[in-house]
Structure formats: C-alpha cells, structure tokens
C-alpha cells in the first residue's frame, strides 16, 4: 500500500507512515479488507485441487473401461475366427458390456462429485490463474477520515471551554 499523504510504499502492518507520520492504521484496515487473504487463497487452490482430482479418477476410469472394451472384442473377433462356441462369445459380451459401464460409471460419478462440489462451494474455473494482486474495484474507501479531524474537535472544545471563561470572569 502507498501512503494517502506523500505516496511513500508502506507495508499493510504499518501504524505510521514513516515518511510524512500519517496514520495508515485506516487504510491499511481497508487494504487488507478488500485484498485477497491466504486462506481465500488457499481455498481457492484446495478447490482447484479436488476438481482435478475429479477430473484424473474420470479419466482413469474411462481408460479402465475402454481397456476392458478392447479386451472383449479381441475375445469376440477371436470366437468368431476359431469357432471357439457361443459360451466364449457370450463371454466378450459380458467383458464388452462391463467396459461400457465402467466408462460410464467413470462419467457419471465424476459428474455427481462435480455436482456436489459446486453446491458446497463456488465454482472457479480450472483455466482462470489465482490473481494474489487483484485490487477492489473501488479502490477509493467512500468515507475515509481526516487526518486533522480528531484535532479539530479538540481545538474547538478547547476554544470554547476557553470562550465561557473568559466571559465568565
């Protein structure tokens, strides 16, 4: 963060500014309210790791089932070049058949997993870079105090208590 007063670079912990001796207490409460904080980081990066989680297991079980698919119509082709029987052939397809569905398992639990995790949290896309320096969109706070304002308060009491003593006496 930049100081108001002079412009001088100051960390967010930062009381006083060291430069002019603005107090930055304010500001940096709202520099640190609009900015990202390493928990919403962390967050965000936890749910982009369950997402790809998601998206390896689907693949691997689309692999599975495809390998398991191929494996059947070997099994089929060769039945039907040796003339190996029907129970053979019935075999490929149950081997043929439980590859489809285990692809499709695959699918499908993938998309219920997706479901259920874009209901517990928002969705942030896979393709979207986590922006650590992403400023608010109103940078300016709408009623950020005075610096001389608490001090003229004070004058202006002073002033006054002065005013009813000397009219007094």
């Known amino acids: 963060m930049h100081c108001p007063s002079c412009g001088r670079e100051a960390p967010v912990e930062q009381q006083f500014c060291r430069n002019?001796?603005?107090s930055l207490s304010a500001v940096g409460k709202l520099v640190?309210?609009?900015?990202?904080?390493?928990?919403?980081i962390q967050k965000k990066l936890q749910q982009r790791e369950r997402e790809a989680k998601i998206v390896r297991c689907m693949v691997n079980w689309i692999i599975r089932g495809m390998i398991v698919l191929g494996i059947g119509v070997v099994i089929l082709v060769c039945a039907k070049n040796f003339d190996l029987g029907k129970?053979?052939?019935?075999?490929?397809?149950?081997?043929?058949?439980?590859g489809c569905g285990s692809a499709l398992f695959g699918v499908l639990n993938s998309l219920r997993q997706g479901a259920s995790l874009s209901t517990n949290s928002e969705q942030i896309p896979l393709d979207e870079p986590v922006d650590t320096k992403q400023l608010p969109a109103n940078p300016?706070?709408?009623?950020?105090p005075s610096v001389t304002e608490r001090t003229t308060q004070?004058?202006?009491?002073?002033?006054?208590?002065?005013?009813?003593?000397?009219?007094?006496g």
């Not at 640190?32 to 919403?40: G, I, K, Y």
């Open 140 to 144: 300016i706070p709408s009623s950020l």
């Open 87 to 98: 129970w053979v052939r019935t075999i490929a397809t149950l081997v043929i058949l439980s």
């Open 20 to 22: 002019c001796g603005m």
């Open 154 to 168: 004070l004058i202006s009491v002073k002033t006054s208590d002065s005013e009813s003593k000397f009219s007094n």
């Open 32 to 40: 640190a309210q609009h900015s990202a904080t390493p928990v919403e």
